[in-house]
């Protein structure tokens, strides 16, 4: 299969050609591009191949124009027919197989086997570090170092194939024809093409700086925020407040200078790029309409002058952006080689040979060991440990118990002295020979993310169940074990536990145990944040002391406090899974739609997990319009209902009275829906969802409804950023699956008097698109997609509305606003992740709104 050719071209788990990679950015891209060489040949052919046949196809239309005017039209097709045959054939053969080639290469053999073939290798590097490298990072961020610049290297290395290397085949071929037109076409082309580098290496730095500083300002003012709100209590209880506002004042102000540097830059940038273009369009064609006039070319020579310039002037904003995206990508993996290059400090000595334990006899011999500090911890200890013998270390905290057990097992080396089994030194054996033949019980016992049995069997993969079971019954686990099961319904041995970090009882199942005060617990695909949050605005505005958070914001465990009297809880499915009881006062699911996909086995194990918030709650608040967020209740368990259709006994909906829409409780309006900040029905819906789980613990409606006069909606979530030419533009970044993005689609989209122009795309994760279709074939004018996943949108979206793709948010934005129209808005709601691209949904939002701010 053709697929499967390309996809074998790159052995992702091929051995590294040296130790340790580089550790400087030119050497290490080239220690991985010459591992993949021959397909990034190939895309340089395939590329000037593309390029010539785009650029052929311009003077073949100058061809077909001079052709035109000097033979009469009944000899037209006898006389050219062949010229016209070879044209067809480039154009519905050639071209399509090139661009095929080109695709297949990117997407089928780089995209994903350059990527995991740089991140096979450093990850397998990295595993050979010491614990102390591990120890002195984030295990996040060095996982994170090692999945994005795998994907940065390649975005880079690929964009000046894919990008560059086609623009500069693009312009000398322009440059040729211009020449065999008359040379003095050349003039114009060759002075923007100058004109366009120096402007490059003029803005481009600029920009970069100027980002970073914006950003650096943007964290310094989170900072100051959070350490506001971390130490509320210290705050209040020393009334200052005036205070607290002036530390963050004077941030906020640094950050929006920042901010409006880096925007002027952008806006700088843009506007020489298009005052060149159009000086460039004006000389070209000025320049060839003056040689016509002189009898000098042909009227197919201006046509072809003028459809190249026009072609490169569109190319060129492109390019100034790919450009700035390569800094940007090369500052990742810059970023990345501050983990991954660090040299292993712990290795093996050349020839070193396996441990071989004979009566298992241990010697501390003049041991130093001090974490590079000079002295302390452990000084010249000598210690011998007879076979057989056990012993115990007492020692206050920092005394160095841990130490010297860490020593032993080599997971530092030693800085003077030796250790010594059986009369070998440890630092000439190998590490994986001395650990297998050390049993350990450590202080943590956080499990892996797999079955029972993995976790039981790390230690001795090859044991028999038979000693498993042995094991077993020696831990009094033979009840316990079985009567495991998991969100995918799986059992016993064979259940999964949580990842590094989550027990057996999460973190939720300890709050409910020692929360004293009544709990909102609020769950669901889509507006969990939102309506969390309000309900929490509701309580105080109630006179409510309220703790807020769980999966938003403050962790459970840190926000019981016998002062609470109210907690409002946000719950994800992951939070769920390791949730026996809640006893939640009244619990929720908003809405259920495919998410996390690549956890669960399917929407069946996802519901499950989702449901498990309801066990042991007194009341529910359930979605009419959401069958799969309907519990299976008991009678008599009391039950209020939310949707966008009118209310009945103990509903919360909406109802018309003289043609105004209200938010209604059973027969009773409450409020005109015009008085709400945030639009869109799928932002009635989450008001009407907080007034009826704020109804159920007893909050006022005049608080509640107070609150909702007031809120405008959390960032990245429907967030309305401006209005330009007549266009609202939306970004509703946090849209990381389909139900989301239909949600935002369908409530926004009925919510204006335009249509809708749709950016969506990026890491699927394996949901199904297809309900995109309907909604956007209903309310959207065009669909603009990016990302890994676009093809998959486009192939669901099928011919329901235009479709145009872009490689960067930039020019999502840019296609965007000139196809709205007046009274349009431009949403993003990506029914994607975003880690194919950014770091998270408020980076791509950021990068959105940016591009946004910049449009003029």
């Not at 399917?602 to 069958?627: C, E, M, S, T, W």
Request: aromatic content about 8%; some cysteine; charged content about 20%.
């Amino acid at each position: 299969m053709l697929y499967r050719r390309f996809e074998k071209l790159i052995d992702i788990f091929k051995d590294a050609p040296t130790p340790a990679p580089p550790n400087t950015v030119f050497a290490f891209y080239i220690y991985y591009l010459r591992q993949v060489w021959p397909t990034f040949l190939a895309l340089l052919v395939v590329g000037l191949i593309g390029a010539l046949i785009e650029v052929s196809l311009f003077n073949y239309l100058s061809r077909i124009i001079d052709l035109a005017q000097t033979t009469p039209p009944k000899d037209f097709f006898s006389v050219h027919g062949p010229e016209l045959i070879w044209m067809v054939v480039v154009a519905l053969l050639l071209r399509p197989i090139f661009v095929g080639l080109h695709d297949l290469l990117v997407h089928q053999t780089i995209s994903p086997g350059m990527t995991n073939l740089i991140r096979w290798q450093n990850h397998s590097y990295v595993l050979k570090q010491s614990v102390n490298f591990f120890q002195n990072d984030f295990a996040g961020r060095i996982a994170q170092r090692i999945m994005q610049t795998g994907n940065s290297l390649r975005d880079s290395a690929v964009q000046s194939v894919d990008a560059l290397w086609h623009v500069l085949i693009y312009a000398i071929s322009a440059m040729v024809l211009f020449a065999e037109a008359d040379w003095r076409l050349m003039i114009p082309l060759g002075t923007w093409i100058v004109a366009f580098i120096l402007s490059l290496m003029y803005f481009v730095p600029r920009v970069k700086q100027r980002s970073v500083e914006s950003s650096d300002a943007r964290s310094r003012l989170m900072g100051r925020i959070v350490d506001g709100y971390t130490n509320i209590t210290t705050l209040k209880l020393f009334a200052h407040t005036n205070h607290e506002q002036q530390y963050a004042r004077e941030a906020m102000r640094d950050q929006t200078e920042k901010s409006q540097l880096a925007g002027r830059v952008v806006t700088s940038m843009d506007t020489t790029i298009t005052t060149m273009n159009g000086v460039l369009i004006v000389t070209t064609t000025g320049l060839a309409l003056w040689l016509w006039t002189q009898s000098m070319i042909s009227v197919g020579a201006i046509a072809l002058a003028t459809g190249l310039v026009i072609r490169i002037v569109n190319m060129s904003g492109w390019i100034m952006w790919v450009v700035n995206g390569i800094f940007e990508n090369i500052g990742t993996v810059q970023d990345g080689l501050e983990s991954i290059s660090q040299p292993v400090t712990v290795n093996d000595q050349p020839g070193a040979l396996p441990l071989k334990i004979e009566n298992g006899g241990v010697r501390f011999d003049g041991v130093d060991f001090h974490y590079g500090n000079g002295n302390g911890i452990i000084h010249n200890l000598n210690l011998d440990i007879k076979p057989g013998e056990k012993i115990g270390l007492i020692g206050p905290s920092g005394a160095g118990k841990s130490t010297l057990v860490n020593l032993l097992l080599r997971m530092y080396d030693v800085q003077g002295g030796r250790i010594l089994i059986d009369g070998q030194d440890i630092s000439e054996i190998t590490q994986e020979s001395l650990r297998a033949q050390i049993g350990m019980i450590t202080q943590d016992t956080s499990l892996l993310h797999r079955s029972i049995r993995e976790n039981l069997l790390y230690g001795n993969p090859d044991a028999t169940d038979e000693q498993l079971w042995e094991s077993i019954r020696k831990a009094r686990a033979e009840e316990f074990i079985p009567q495991l099961s998991d969100s995918e319904g799986r059992t016993g041995f064979d259940a999964h536990v949580g990842e590094r970090g989550v027990k057996l009882s999460g973190d939720i199942e300890l709050f409910a145990r020692y929360a004293k005060a009544p709990v909102i617990a609020i769950t669901g695909s889509n507006a969990k944040s939102t309506v969390t949050t309000l309900v929490g605005e509701m309580a105080v505005a109630a006179g409510k002391r309220v703790a807020v958070g769980g999966n938003l914001g403050t962790p459970a465990l840190d926000l019981l406090s016998d002062d609470v009297e109210l907690y409002v809880m946000e719950l994800s499915s992951f939070q769920l899974e390791t949730t026996d009881q809640l006893n939640a006062e009244v619990a929720t699911v908003l809405n259920i739609s495919e998410d996390h996909m690549d956890r669960y086995s399917g929407l069946p194990a996802y519901h499950l997990a989702k449901h498990r918030i309801f066990r042991g709650a007194r009341q529910v608040v359930v979605n009419r319009q959401d069958a799969l967020s309907r519990p299976l209740i008991g009678e008599g368990l009391p039950c209020w209902t939310f949707g966008l259709n009118k209310p009945d006994f103990h509903g919360f909906g909406l109802r018309e009275e003289n043609g105004e829409k209200y938010l209604a409780f059973q027969f009773e309006n409450l409020m005109p829906v015009r008085e709400l900040k945030v639009r869109g029905a799928h932002n009635q819906a989450n008001a009407l969802a907080a007034l009826a789980l704020g109804h159920a613990v007893g909050l006022p409606f005049d608080a509640m409804l107070a609150s909702l006069r007031e809120f405008t909606g959390l960032e990245h979530r429907c967030q309305w950023l401006r209005e330009h030419d007549g266009v609202h533009y939306y970004n509703d970044s946090k849209a990381t699956n389909v139900g989301a993005a239909l949600a935002a689609i369908e409530g926004l989209g009925s919510d204006i008097d335009g249509k809708l122009v749709l950016i969506a795309g990026g890491d699927g994760k394996g949901a199904d698109f297809s309900a995109l279709r309907a909604p956007v074939a209903e309310h959207c004018r065009a669909a603009v997609l990016l990302g890994r996943d676009a093809e998959l949108i486009a192939q669901a979206l099928g011919d329901a509305v235009t479709l145009v793709r872009v490689d960067t948010v930039q020019a999502a934005v840019e296609q965007s606003a000139r196809l709205a129209q007046r009274g349009d808005a431009v949403l993003l709601s990506p029914a994607c992740a975003s880690l194919d691209m950014f770091k998270n949904y408020e980076e791509r939002g950021r990068v959105f709104a940016q591009a946004v701010e910049c449009l003029s």
